[in-house]
């Protein structure tokens, strides 16, 4: 007789798990979106979001330029890395330094570009040969080793002043190109 009630008493325990494992499985599958391309590294959408961010650039041992930024959001998918209140150092062969500082800009951590912009007023490029560029948009190719824009700039020093729309620089060489539209002044 209690055998009965033992087999009475499992086949209802075997019941019971039997529904809650059905019950599980039926609660549990939900649809989850899937991931599109306009997700991910979309703006607003950064893998990881780092304040004091600081990269630096590294060639044969020599430190070629250092980029520090009061917060940046990475963008892995994309190699790319979005910065705010943005300070740039670039060393020179010769060894010179500037110093550049931007209200934001981006990396391309694969390539080693990057790109700085000041919202109010312009980025101040101090060179060695007593040159000055003010422009509010610059482009560093790494590759290439210059600094580029498409937006208005200024270059003055030594009793000139040239301004233009566009410009190309070769840092290392101090070979600079206004690209068109181009008006010189003589000061003194």
């Known amino acids: 007789m209690w055998h009965r009630w033992v087999r009475g008493g499992l086949l209802g325990l075997a019941v019971l798990l039997a529904s809650f494992l059905i019950y599980l499985l039926a609660s549990r599958t939900e649809s989850r979106p899937t ?13 990881a979001g780092i304040d004091q961010f600081s990269f630096v650039h590294s060639r044969g041992g020599a430190v070629q330029w250092e980029v520090l930024a009061h917060r940046a959001r990475l963008f892995e998918a994309e190699k790319r890395a979005r910065l705010e209140q943005v300070q740039v150092t670039l060393y020179g062969a010769k060894g010179w330094e500037l110093k550049l500082e931007g209200d934001e800009g981006t990396i391309d951590t694969t390539r080693k570009d990057f790109v700085l912009i000041k919202r109010n007023g312009p980025i101040v490029v101090l060179l060695e040969s007593g040159y000055t560029i003010y422009t509010n948009h610059l482009a560093w190719t790494d590759a290439r080793r210059e600094i580029s824009t498409k937006d208005p ?16 620089g070769k840092l290392d060489a101090e070979e600079f190109k206004v690209l068109q539209d181009v008006h010189v002044e003589i000061v003194q």
Do not use: D, I, M, N
């Open 153 to 168: 700039v200024t270059l003055s020093g030594h009793g000139l002043e040239v301004r233009g729309l566009g410009f190309v």
């Open 35 to 47: 991931p599109s391309s306009k997700g991910r590294g979309s703006v607003g959408q950064a893998e």
